[in-house]
């Protein structure tokens, strides 16, 4: 072999090995791209909590382990009051906050087992096993309690924070779909009489 044709397979080899460490670097970045979108389609970027999309897929395993296991659960929905006052009074960014103040407050009195999401613009969903609908009841009307406890503090002024609360059953047999219907029937009854 020549000098010629060994310096051409030698610099062929460099250029080869350093467009490899590119792809590897290009592949690596798309993992870690494709890893925030699919992060971003499950979770809700103001509250950190699961979106309503991730929420449905609990609600269908915890309806699956309910119908296989015999065991009681429930689905507790809050829904902020009162949330088109804050805003019309304080802005849309304390609004905001007053959303992220009772995710806060959910997230940090519910058990590590408990599912919680946000589940549209002002409503949480927090799933709850190995609880029947009595002691559930029990559950939402405690933590809308400890809600109405922790108002949102705007720079020394408290804005009382308040959720309407509407509990449903899950028992063996529920599909998801069903579940997820009662829950918002049982929501829109509970919204009427607040």
Do not use: Y
């Not at 449905?56 to 309806?63: F, H, K, N, T």
């Not at 949330?83 to 959910?106: F, M, N, S």
């Not at 779909?177 to 009662?182: M, S």
Request: glycine letters at 8%.
């Amino acid at each position: 072999m020549s000098d010629q044709s060994t310096r051409f397979a030698a610099e062929s080899s460099a250029s080869l090995a350093q467009e490899n460490e590119l792809l590897r670097a290009a592949l690596a970045d798309a993992q870690r791209r494709i890893e925030q979108l699919e992060a971003l389609a499950e979770g809700d970027a103001l509250t950190g909590l699961a979106n309503a999309r991730r929420f449905a897929q609990e609600v269908e395993r915890v309806a699956g382990h309910a119908a296989r296991h015999g065991t009681p659960a429930a689905l507790i929905s809050f829904e902020l009051k009162g949330i088109e006052a804050i805003v019309a009074r304080h802005g849309e960014p304390v609004g905001q906050a007053a959303i992220a103040q009772v995710a806060r407050t959910l997230g940090g009195l519910i058990r590590a087992t408990d599912q919680l999401a946000r589940t549209d613009e002002v409503g949480f969903g927090l799933l709850v096993d190995h609880l029947d609908q009595n002691s559930a009841i029990e559950t939402g009307e405690r933590l809308a309690r400890c809600i109405a406890r922790a108002p949102l503090d705007l720079a020394g002024a408290q804005i009382p924070l308040e959720v309407i609360v509407a509990t449903t059953g899950i028992m063996p047999g529920d599909e998801a779909g069903a579940v997820l219907a009662r829950a918002a029937r049982n929501l829109s009854r509970a919204r009427e009489e607040a």
